[in-house]
């Protein structure tokens, strides 16, 4: 019985990197439909999202399982019920790369923000990207030194989207209405999507080390 219960444990694991694996496709789609104007690769993110959603569902009904029939307890207990806390943020995660997508495709043939502006989302996508590629790792190992770099590079993320607020906000601002809303949700999808992963990167570090990491101030 233990060696199946450590192995359905292995699987939830396995499912976790899985999913985590179409969350990065999905944020590097996204961002080079956004920034590219690619809007057959922002309707392959759209529809993908349906792919997240399974796998994150299919996940959570391993997982309650798992605590229905083996009623883990200690350090088991907490890797299935995080296994559902992560499975919740990876599925907003892809639900982020799905809302930059569809704001491309709704801007099409046009950019979604202005040109002062493009830089700086070519920057945070780029960032955006990494982090979730990190968190495939991270997910795959345990390794907390990826966590602590997830940290960091959400600091880039949060200083990026305070810069596209600050230039929308600012004196010298020449866009039309609809720029400042698609620039600010743009830059808000951005940061969230960082948000989640650091989120996610927290559980780890404390599955890995039974310490938990404290919100930032």
């Known amino acids: 019985m233990r060696e199946v219960f450590q192995q359905e444990?292995?699987?939830v694991q396995e499912r976790l990197v899985e999913i985590a694996t179409l969350v990065a496709e999905?944020?590097?789609?996204?961002?080079?439909?956004?920034n590219e104007v690619n809007v057959a690769l922002a309707e392959q993110v759209i529809e993908d999202d349906d792919r997240i959603d399974a796998a994150a569902a299919e996940l959570d009904e391993l997982a309650i399982n798992i605590l229905a029939r083996q009623q883990p307890v200690a350090r088991d207990l907490r890797i299935v019920v995080?296994?559902?806390r992560i499975s919740a943020s990876l599925e907003?995660?892809?639900?982020m790369a799905e809302h930059i997508a569809q704001l491309s495709r709704y801007r099409f043939p046009d950019k979604v923000v202005p040109k002062s502006l493009r830089p700086t989302f070519v920057e945070?996508?780029?960032?955006?990207?990494?982090?979730?590629?990190?968190?495939?790792?991270?997910?795959?190992?345990?390794?907390t030194a990826i966590a602590e770099e997830i940290r960091n590079d959400d600091d880039k993320v949060d200083a990026l989207h305070l810069?596209?607020?600050?230039?929308?906000?600012?004196?010298?601002?020449?866009?039309?209405a609809i720029d400042t809303v698609d620039a600010t949700l743009a830059s808000?999808?951005?940061?969230?999507?960082?948000?989640h992963a650091v989120s996610i990167a927290k559980k780890v570090q404390y599955l890995a080390t039974g310490d938990w990491v404290p919100a930032d101030d």
Do not use: P, Q
């Open 9 to 11: 444990l292995a699987e």
């Open 26 to 34: 999905s944020i590097d789609n996204a961002t080079r439909a956004f």
């Open 82 to 84: 995080s296994a559902l």
């Open 92 to 95: 907003r995660m892809g639900d």
């Open 124 to 143: 945070m996508g780029a960032v955006d990207v990494s982090i979730a590629r990190k968190l495939v790792e991270l997910l795959r190992t345990e390794d």
């Open 163 to 176: 810069s596209v607020f600050d230039k929308v906000l600012g004196e010298t601002w020449k866009g039309e």
């Open 188 to 195: 808000r999808y951005h940061e969230r999507f960082a948000d």
